[in-house]
Structures are given as structure tokens and as C-alpha cells.
């Protein structure tokens, strides 16, 4: 009796192994999310323990390219769920279509940083007028602010960010504002938080919680620290909503996810990150 040739067994190996995963893909429905850095790290980690879960979907998760990119990415069927820290513009909608469904998932603060040498010498709090001086190019020296003999570096969020849009809205007073003041941009968060650690004379603004450690200092604006009371008592100036959205209403994979997010597990994971419950503010 001949001997089955190697590339036989071989051959033999790869289809039953083929076939295993095409039942293991039975049933088995992915779910992709994109869009907004801010909110990433909430939903990546909830992504990890929803994963361990449930064994018949599989949520995957990416936050390049900032809230407009997730809207879009959901609009264009190119992922299931979108990130953003902001609400779907009317704009957006005129574009894409009514059709999105937004879940409020927590709320998150802009916050305004600065490196750890400008506030130890004195720069602890900025008003919007002195904000919007920096950002538009006539505050250049700290000096002027209370501050060290030093040029201001201005660090902006690139054009998408959800991050960026919010500032230009709250703080320069218009969407379509450029922020000419502005030494470089950076694509989200992280790349903020470390433009401004590296740097002795920087400032920039990001997330609540990538100010909770590190060298960094949020300062306070217009006389209000940043806070997990101050945001959730609606005194800091600078807060605003975390959003999941869909295209129409979720499938079922979506809807079970989206619900995981809401839940007890996913609210508790909200605080742990470092932002407040859907709740917070709605509930004083």
C-alpha cells in the first residue's frame, strides 16, 4: 500500500483546517467601530471585556482619524458603529443622510494643558480671552500671562478631530476658525499629550482623562479646575458628550454591544477610564 505523498498530507491538513474555521465562523457575527480618539480608550477597553464575553461576536476597534471620520465611516457602511465626541452636524446630515442614531455613552471635558515648568511658574489659570489670544497669534510670550520669559509653542488638533471642532466652537467661537497661533497640529490625544510633556513652554488641550497623571498640568479656565465634580455639576465650561452612533437602527450584534456600553459593566468602565456616566449630568 502506497504511502500518502507530503504534499498529500499536507493538502489534507490545510482543508481540515479550512473547514474548522469555516464552522467556527458560523454564527460568528464582527462588529467594527472607528472614529474618535477621545472616546477609543472607553470603548477599546469595554471592546475586551465584551469580547471575553460573548463568544458569537466580535467587536474590533480603531480611532483613527477623529469623530468625522467615524460618522462618515458609518454613513458609508465602511464600519458598524462610529465613535464621537460631538453630535452629528447638520451639514453631516445634509451630506450623508438622516439616518444616523446617536447613543449618549458618558461626557468627557476639553481640557487646557500646559507643560509642568509654565505652570509651576505661574500660569495656572486662563481666561477665553487669553485662550483665543494664543490660538490666534497675538499672545506669544508667557510673560505676558503671568508667566516664565518664554515663547508661547501652541500645539492644535488637525482638521476631523472632534476635539478640535469643540475647541474652535466653545473657545475661538466659530467651527471654520483657524487657529493661526498654532506651532503644530497633532492627529489625536496621545500625540497632544506628548507634544506637550516633551516641550518646557507648550500648551495644548485634550481629554479629561490624559491630564489625570503625568507631567502635565490642566489649568484651570475661567476660574474652573477641571474636575470630575466641576464637569459633573456643568460648571466647567469645557464639557461635552461621548456618543456611539449607527446607520439606522442597530442589527443585533450592534444592539447587544451598544447595550454592554450603557449597562451596569459599561457605566462603571466610563468612571474607570476617567470620564463621568451617561447619567451624571442629567441626574446633578
Not at 256 to 270: A, H, M, P, R, S
Request: aromatic letters at 10%; glycine letters at 12%; a negative charge.
Amino acid at each position: 500500500m502506497n504511502k500518502p505523498s507530503s504534499l498529500a498530507l499536507v493538502c489534507t491538513v490545510v482543508v481540515l483546517f479550512a473547514l474548522a474555521e469555516t464552522s467556527w465562523a458560523i454564527g460568528f457575527e464582527t462588529v467594527t467601530v472607528t472614529g474618535s480618539t477621545t472616546v477609543m480608550p472607553l470603548v477599546e477597553v469595554s471592546a475586551e471585556e465584551f469580547n471575553i464575553l460573548h463568544s458569537d461576536i466580535m467587536v474590533t476597534v480603531s480611532g483613527v482619524g477623529g469623530s468625522g471620520v467615524g460618522i462618515k465611516n458609518v454613513a458609508s457602511g465602511f464600519s458598524d458603529i462610529g465613535m464621537s465626541s460631538r453630535e452629528v452636524r447638520e451639514e453631516e446630515v445634509a451630506l450623508y443622510g438622516d439616518n444616523f442614531r446617536e447613543y449618549l455613552i458618558g461626557y468627557d471635558a476639553i481640557c487646557i494643558a500646559v507643560s509642568r515648568s509654565i505652570y509651576d511658574g505661574g500660569v495656572t489659570n486662563l481666561t477665553r480671552e487669553q485662550l483665543r489670544g494664543i490660538y490666534d497669534g497675538n499672545v506669544t510670550n508667557w510673560k505676558d500671562l503671568g508667566g516664565p520669559d518664554l515663547e508661547i509653542y501652541a500645539v492644535a488638533r488637525m482638521v476631523g478631530s472632534g476635539t478640535g471642532d469643540l475647541f474652535n466652537e466653545m473657545v475661538m467661537g466659530n467651527l471654520a476658525t483657524e487657529t493661526l497661533g498654532a506651532d503644530t497640529y497633532t492627529q489625536n490625544n496621545a500625540e497632544m499629550k506628548t507634544a506637550i510633556t516633551k516641550s518646557d513652554k507648550a500648551i495644548g488641550y485634550l481629554g479629561f482623562n490624559y491630564v489625570q497623571d503625568g507631567p502635565l498640568r490642566a489649568v484651570a479656565y475661567d476660574g474652573v479646575v477641571p474636575t470630575a465634580e466641576s464637569i459633573r455639576n456643568g460648571t466647567y465650561p469645557l464639557t461635552r458628550p461621548l456618543y456611539v452612533i449607527t446607520w439606522d437602527e442597530p442589527d443585533a450584534g450592534e444592539k447587544v454591544f451598544i447595550d454592554f456600553l450603557l449597562g451596569e459593566v459599561g457605566q462603571f468602565l466610563v468612571e474607570e477610564i476617567g470620564f463621568l456616566p451617561a447619567a451624571a449630568l442629567s441626574s446633578g
